[in-house]
């Protein structure tokens, strides 16, 4: 088998049959897999623990290589001898005698071939036979024993050198691709000692590099019932995950996930999808929420944009994608119109005491400082703002630019009040049922 790197997949492969025959191609298999598989077993083996053993099996050898070469001398000898006795008769003949000198001739031109394919032979069964090691290159190989995983890996390390490494102790590898699925392969190793070892090699199957890890797709799992598509990737953007190509997460590629692992999300995108049902987080969709209010959709977007309803722009997927409602059943009995408010004032009675703008004032209620109540008035409803306890002192939000805004004296960067406005604003409110 020959190694083919036409393309980004390097096969092992074997194409003589389909060279010289034209018939099909015999067996391949991918070439990392086999390399890998060959390169383990060879740190395996190189261990000092065996490294003895495998030296002591190269003396054995030496000595059998030594063996085999005094026979090839014998041979050379025998038939170098018969060559000079067939020259030294030829020389012997009478030259008139041209039967006998013929026969003589024909003979020495035998011995002549004879000892020339011998030469052949013997030089080629040298160049293919193991070198022996000198003690000095003994010592060098126990030492190189102990480091040899980081001088393989080392980037000075060519591949030439490494497959000198593995000519020390491997003198072939035999492979026979079975027809199975996955493709696998039976390697046999021939080991320098004459010892043979046999493993199967596997082929992952076609796109195993792109599989998901299963801590990843468990924890995907787990906030998939707490969390949308495009929150599930921020948050395991946060964690420092990635896909297993390396690439940030995505709402499309968090999506793929579910889908090809069957994982249901409990808060989904579409509104759609959870059909007419509030999600894991308890965010409703807007017709939902305008069917339990009983008002239009586009009314319940106005109040999105007032703040008297909550849905924070992170909600979204895209500015332009479906927004989601936070309803409780407080909310729904403060924006129901159906129950009294008179307790709390006005919004109208708001802005005079603080002499704000309406855009002001609802300003002010989007940034959580009032909570904004539906009160019926006759066959009408008007709103009324209940003073939320203060949290951290901040500077009011500034109303839109296109808004318009009446201005109010400033005492160090925030808005002035009236004397009656902060004994009202000190005054505890009474909680609403």
């Not at 039967?99 to 003589?104: H, I």
């Not at 070892?197 to 596997?202: A, M, S």
């Not at 339990?292 to 319940?300: A, E, I, K």
């Not at 936070?326 to 802005?351: I, K, S, Y």
Request: net charge positive; proline share 7%; aromatic share 6%.
């Amino acid at each position: 088998m020959t190694a083919s790197y036409g393309s980004d997949h390097h096969v092992y492969h074997c194409r003589r049959e389909q060279m010289t025959y034209d018939l099909p191609l015999c067996q391949s298999f991918p070439l990392q897999h086999l390399d890998a598989a060959v390169r383990e077993a060879f740190f395996v083996a190189i261990q000092p623990a065996r490294l003895e053993t495998i030296l002591t099996a190269l003396d054995a050898v030496e000595q059998e290589r030594l063996a085999l070469d005094r026979q090839w001398q014998l041979k050379l000898e025998r038939a170098r001898y018969a060559v000079g006795l067939a020259q030294r008769q030829y020389d012997a003949c009478d030259p008139d005698n041209r039967l006998v000198a013929r026969a003589l001739e024909t003979r020495w031109n035998a011995a002549l071939l004879a000892v020339q394919d011998l030469e052949r032979d013997y030089a080629a069964a040298r160049r293919s036979e193991l070198a022996p090691l000198s003690p000095t290159e003994q010592e060098a190989v126990r030492r190189l024993a102990d480091d040899l995983p980081a001088v393989w890996e080392a980037p000075t390390t060519t591949p030439a050198d490494r497959k000198r490494l593995l000519r020390l102790v491997v003198q072939a590898v035999t492979v026979t691709v079975q027809d199975t699925r996955p493709r696998s392969a039976a390697v046999a190793i021939l080991w320098s000692g004459g010892l043979v070892t046999t493993q199967t090699v596997t082929c992952p199957p076609v796109g195993w590099h792109c599989t998901t890890d299963a801590a990843v797709v468990e924890r995907l799992r787990t906030l998939a019932q707490q969390l949308p598509d495009h929150q599930i990737a921020d948050q395991l953007t946060a964690e420092g995950l990635c896909t297993k190509t390396g690439k940030a997460w995505t709402y499309a590629r968090v999506a793929s996930i579910r889908k090809q692992h069957h994982i249901a999300t409990a808060c989904p995108v579409d509104p759609g999808a959870g059909a007419g049902r509030a999600r894991a987080d308890g965010r409703v969709s807007v017709a939902v929420a305008a069917q339990r209010l009983g008002v239009s959709s586009s009314l319940v977007h106005v109040w999105l944009q007032q703040g008297a309803l909550t849905s924070e722009q992170s909600e979204q997927r895209t500015r332009q994608s479906y927004r989601w409602v936070r309803l409780t059943v407080a909310d729904v009995a403060r924006l129901d119109g159906q129950h009294d408010w008179c307790r709390f004032p006005p919004v109208r009675q708001v802005m005079q005491e603080r002499g704000w703008s309406r855009a002001e004032a609802w300003a002010h209620v989007r940034a959580g400082e009032y909570l904004a109540y539906r009160h019926p008035a006759g066959q009408h409803w008007e709103w009324r703002l209940q003073a939320l306890p203060p949290t951290t002192p901040t500077a009011p939000p500034m109303p839109p630019t296109t808004s318009p805004r009446r201005e109010a004296p400033a005492v160090r960067g925030t808005l002035a009040m009236p004397a009656a406005t902060a004994t009202t604003a000190s005054t505890p409110t009474a909680p609403y049922d």
